[in-house]
């Protein structure tokens, strides 16, 4: 009983209707639209609309505008909408730590990734994710594709329990833990000036050519500006990256594990300079406190099962 208010106390005058009038909202903002959501909630389009109207009313505030024109949130809706979030992933984490208290594994668990790591055979998250789902079948996992620059952010905000990042920083108030690493190059598409070239490019050659890299601060970024660089044409995603540097018009750097698919395909291919091209190292991050709950503590555990694994087999 005494937890149950203390956790009242921290949610103040939010009631359980609040909270589940703020679920509808999210699965329609995830979804891109009350029609989009009506599967996702198994509830009529209509229904969706009335919650929305009285989550609104509650509020004081418009959250979205909706009609023939489509879906959009307001200003005020983004903001309640990322505020909910770290919301309604801090009653998750009290869920989880009364259910630490029960011994169970039940609850969600929260994955931000950065983009393109599924080809590189070292990444084992996969693994991670099989041996942790039979360890804990009753938690729900959700795993989102976003920017480094989003996941360390959505980590310290409590919008995620762990992500998977190139880590180009390193804050006081997370955790690392390595996990793989990949190699980047530089790349042409078919069609560029360079495409083919079998001999030995020169750096003026190179740094004469527009050049694509990631508009978000991360390890490709300071590669670039280290090499003076000067970026012609950005993307938020690799594969972004890609589809510039398949124009033709573009260079770019990429991993190569990611890369190898479309040089077989005969859609790009690898630029002759190893100048341009760096390591990229792979690690596991979460939050320093509070200390992670019992499902973050068996998934971290599960990560660096795999970890183990690949330094075994590279020894």
Do not use: W
């Not at 959009?72 to 009290?94: K, M, P, V």
């Amino acid at each position: 009983m005494q937890v149950y208010e203390t956790m009242k106390a921290l949610l103040g005058q939010l009631s359980d209707l609040d909270i589940r009038l703020l679920r509808v909202f999210m699965a329609v903002v995830d979804s891109g639209g009350l029609s989009a959501a009506e599967m996702e909630l198994n509830i009529g389009r209509s229904t969706i609309s009335r919650h929305l109207k009285d989550l609104e009313q509650r509020l004081g505030l418009v959250l979205c505008h909706r009609g023939r024109s489509g879906f959009s949130l307001t200003n005020e809706g983004q903001h309640i909408y990322e505020s909910a979030q770290r919301l309604l992933l801090s009653i998750d984490d009290f869920r989880h730590e009364v259910n630490d208290l029960h011994q169970s594994l039940k609850g969600h668990l929260v994955l931000a990734m950065f983009d393109t790591t599924v080809t590189n055979p070292d990444c084992r998250v996969d693994q991670a994710i099989a041996s942790y789902a039979a360890k804990a079948p009753n938690v729900a996992i959700d795993i989102h594709v976003v920017p480094v620059n989003e996941i360390e952010k959505g980590v310290l905000e409590g919008k995620y329990h762990v992500g998977v990042i190139p880590p180009h920083r390193r804050s006081a108030s997370l955790e690392y833990m390595p996990l793989f690493g990949e190699q980047m190059y530089m790349y042409c598409g078919n069609g560029h000036e360079l495409f083919k070239v079998k001999r030995h490019v020169s750096d003026d050659e190179v740094m004469a050519q527009k050049y694509a890299g990631l508009s978000f601060s991360s390890p490709n970024m300071e590669t670039g500006r280290a090499l003076n660089l000067i970026k012609s044409a950005g993307a938020s995603n690799q594969e972004g990256i890609t589809t510039l540097i398949q124009s033709g018009q573009y260079i770019g750097f990429l991993p190569e594990h990611f890369a190898d698919i479309m040089v077989k395909k005969g859609q790009m291919d690898k630029i002759n300079n190893n100048r341009f091209s760096y390591y990229c190292e792979f690690t596991a991050i979460h939050r320093k406190s509070p200390k992670p709950t019992r499902i973050v503590q068996e998934f971290l555990d599960a990560l660096m099962q795999t970890r183990t694994l690949t330094d075994k087999e590279q020894k």
